[in-house]
């Protein structure tokens, strides 16, 4: 009975928390969905990135997130160290028993320059976005569908509907700077604001159901503590509306001169929205291919009907350089997609 009582409740709380924003683990690879500042921002000329979660399948109706992203940039303006970056992002989500699903096709740009010194790496980015959502009242359950001993899918719901989708336009934007006082240490910071058009996500023209600005505050190191070995301290800060996140840990990464495995990785963080998650990630570099898992272990009190279980997430990612530029794949310190 426990588990039945918390599952309603946690079910609840999600359809209330449609008005926040798709959220990951890694925030390391997926840097799109991180900052726009970072489109383009990579050495290579073509970047890839493939993210897959699912998350409260223990719970409920499992709760799967896909994220697609492609970005590129121009070549040095007039000689000078100064590019643009573009590119596409794509994501997918859909949740609950309602298969709510939510769609945004972003388009982010950026402005990225380097200063003399070549200390200091500033960039700044736009995200525009069409975002699509909409849901299936027909595989929810109402209380006038129980014919007073149990439910019976043939009674009428008694409830008027009026629209199961909609559509509205969404843009983000946000800034990042990278300091390198030397070859074995690298710092970037990075603010990001999101929903900066506050748009309206009611399904019953409500104008007072809004999507909450989202601002994001990020920092990441990457220190070199052996000669092939990189650790890599990353904090990550969201507030939207009443709630708050908190993501903090790190991941160290070990180089090898070798040509499949370039290196392995593995790390682990802690995600406060009250307690919520410990996260453990491991990874590889193989074939020029990012690979990294990560697993939420759930800690919070949603545990009692979880145990434990949380989310699974996988990002693939790949950046390919000009051919004239190919070489041998070898031991390679701050990796080009942080």
């Known amino acids: 009975m426990k588990r039945i009582i918390i599952s309603i409740l946690y ?61 590129t940039k121009t070549s040095k303006l007039h000689g000078l160290r100064k590019t643009f970056g573009y590119g596409i992002l794509l994501n997918y989500d859909i949740a609950g028993d309602s298969q709510f699903n939510t769609i945004q096709l972003q388009f982010p740009v950026s402005y990225i320059h380097i200063t003399s010194n070549k200390q200091w790496n500033l960039s700044a980015g736009l995200m525009p976005a069409l975002v699509f ?25 008694n409830e008027d509907f009026e629209k199961t989708n909609s559509f509205f336009f969404n843009i983000g934007a946000g800034g990042q700077a990278t300091y390198k006082p030397n070859k074995t240490q690298s710092y970037t910071m990075g603010l990001a604001g999101y929903n900066l058009t506050t748009p309206n996500i009611s399904f019953f023209d409500d104008k007072s159901v809004q999507l909450y600005a989202r601002m994001l505050i990020h920092a990441m190191g990457i220190v070199e503590v052996k000669p092939d070995v990189d650790m890599v301290p990353a904090v990550k800060m969201q507030f939207q509306g009443k709630q708050k996140e908190y993501h903090v840990g790190a991941m160290a990464i070990k180089y090898f001169d070798n040509l499949s495995i370039i290196d392995v990785s593995g790390g682990v963080w802690f995600r406060s929205r ?22 939420d272990i759930n800690i919070s009190t949603l545990k009692k009907a979880s145990n434990g279980h949380g989310a699974f997430e ?13 070489k041998k794949m070898t031991s390679v310190k701050c990796p080009p997609y942080l």
């Open 133 to 157: 959502n909409s849901l299936d009242y027909t595989l929810l359950r109402f209380p006038d569908q129980f014919d007073g001993v149990q439910y019976n899918p043939n009674l009428p719901m």
């Open 274 to 295: 009250d307690r919520d998650a410990i996260i453990v990630g491991v990874g590889c570099n193989y074939l020029g291919y990012t690979i990294l898992c990560n697993y």
């Open 314 to 326: 996988l990002t693939v990612s790949s950046i390919l350089y000009e051919q004239k530029k190919r």
């Open 11 to 71: 079910a609840c709380f999600v359809f209330q928390a449609f008005g926040q924003d798709i959220h990951f683990s890694n925030f390391y690879t997926n840097v799109l969905n991180l900052n726009p500042a970072f489109t383009g921002y990579f050495k290579g000329k073509y970047r890839y990135n493939l993210t897959y979660r699912d998350r409260y399948r223990t719970v409920a109706v499992p709760y799967q997130t896909v994220s697609l992203g492609i970005d």
